[in-house]
T-cell receptor, first 110, second 116 residues
Framework: KQEVTQIPAALSVPEGENLVLNCSFTDSAIYNLQWFRQDPGKGLTSLLLIQSSQREQTSGRLNASLDKSSGRSTLYIAASQPGDSATYLCAVKGSYKLSFGAGTTVTVRA | NAGVTQTPKFQVLKTGQSMTLQCAQDMNHNSMYWYRQDPGMGLRLIYYSASEGTTDKGEVPNGYNVSRLNKREFSLRLESAAPSQTSVYFC???????????????FGPGTRLTVL
């Protein structure tokens, strides 16, 4: 059974600092990995999808890396802003479903 | 283009009551999913539908039933609600269930259900 872990569970940084969010998974036989953002009381917004054959994916200030062999992904958010405050979830795709981590809740202090 | 929509947004039930959560997508996706999200846990798959006319159990199907009404709509029914079913329910869809490395799931805004 795929287990997805996100550490730390919560993170607080001053505005302007770079954010580093970690995701680890136990089964490397994945098809892709998605990073989502969730605002309080809201649904999930897809940020980045990394295909299993890719090492990284970039979108604006966001960069996600994937190391399948070691079962790790890292989401980097450059020059954080208060608007980046949210919970970030990673999910890995197996044969038919996504397996989710519990998320990292980020607070960016102005 | 609304994406994935869910109704209702909020619901309070008493133990033993029944209700149906509705989900619809307008992206012409074949596959649809129901997840629940509980504090401190990741989303867990309840049921999924690979394509119109098919449904399958996920990780936590007990106490739930589903109906894939047509290609657009996928409903989740609680026949006899229990306090353990208090949760946030999310519907999602994707182009297909295929073993594609680019098979992104899109999520609805969620239904917040409380069972007293």
């Amino acid at each position: 059974k795929q287990e997805v872990t996100q550490i730390p569970a919560a993170l607080s940084v001053p505005e302007g600092e770079n954010l580093v969010l970690n995701c680890s998974f136990t089964d490397s036989a994945i098809y892709n990995l998605q990073w989502f953002r969730q605002d309080p009381g809201k649904g999930l917004t897809s940020l980045l999808l990394i295909q299993s054959s890719q090492r990284e994916q970039t979108s604006g200030r966001l960069n996600a890396s994937l190391d399948k062999s070691s079962g790790r992904s890292t989401l980097y958010i450059a020059a954080s802003q208060p608007g980046d405050s949210a919970t970030y979830l990673c999910a890995v795709k197996g044969s038919y479903k996504l397996s989710f981590g519990a998320g990292t809740t980020v607070t960016v202090r102005a | 283009n609304a994406g994935v929509t869910q109704t209702p947004k909020f619901q309070v039930l008493k133990t033993g009551q029944s209700m149906t959560l509705q989900c619809a997508q307008d992206m012409n996706h074949n596959s649809m999913y129901w997840y629940r999200q509980d504090p401190g846990m990741g989303l867990r798959l309840i049921y999924y539908s690979a394509s119109e006319g098919t449904t399958d159990k996920g990780e936590v199907p007990n106490g739930y039933n589903v109906s894939r009404l047509n290609k657009r709509e996928f409903s989740l029914r609680l026949e006899s609600a229990a306090p353990s079913q208090t949760s946030v329910y999310f519907c999602a869809s994707s182009a297909d269930l295929g073993l594609s490395s680019y098979n992104e799931q899109f999520f609805g805004p969620g239904t917040r259900l409380t069972v007293l």
